[in-house]
Nanobody
Framework: QGQLVESGGGLVQPGGSLRLSCKAS????????MNWYRQAPGKQRDLVASITSAGISDFADSVKGRFTISRDNIKDTLYLQMNNLKPEDTAVYYC?????????????WGQGTQVTVSS
């Protein structure tokens, strides 16, 4: 059974940086499209950034130019580098893994890590 464990969240001042990590186990990490979602209190969970198995990345407009997503297929780990953080980036950040096979789709979620941007 696949498992995703996020780390790296915390409290940071506006303009600061954080790097989130997501360690995967129990899955063939390299074939999965990996995503970061976030959910602020009272709001829906939104896609922030994604990276395919081929290393192609995409970002929500709200974080373009500030966030970078990367993956290490040797360490089975996904990263989200967040720079120039803003108070509106405050949310619980979730790691997500998705793959589509002939038989079925597979998706896994982490437990989330809190990011708070405040002075």
């Amino acid at each position: 059974q696949g498992q995703l464990v996020e780390s790296g969240g915390g409290l940071v001042q506006p303009g600061g940086s954080l790097r989130l990590s997501c360690k995967a186990s129990g899955i063939t990490f390299s074939v999965y499209t990996m995503n970061w979602y976030r959910q602020a209190p009272g709001k829906q969970r939104d896609l922030v950034a994604s990276i395919t198995s081929a290393g192609i990345s995409d970002f929500a407009d709200s974080v373009k130019g500030r966030f970078t997503i990367s993956r290490d297929n040797i360490k089975d780990t996904l990263y989200l580098q967040m720079n120039n953080l803003k108070p509106e980036d405050t949310a619980v950040y979730y790691c997500n893994a998705q793959v589509r096979t002939v038989v079925r789709d597979y998706t896994y979620w982490g437990q989330g890590t809190q990011v708070t941007v405040s002075s």
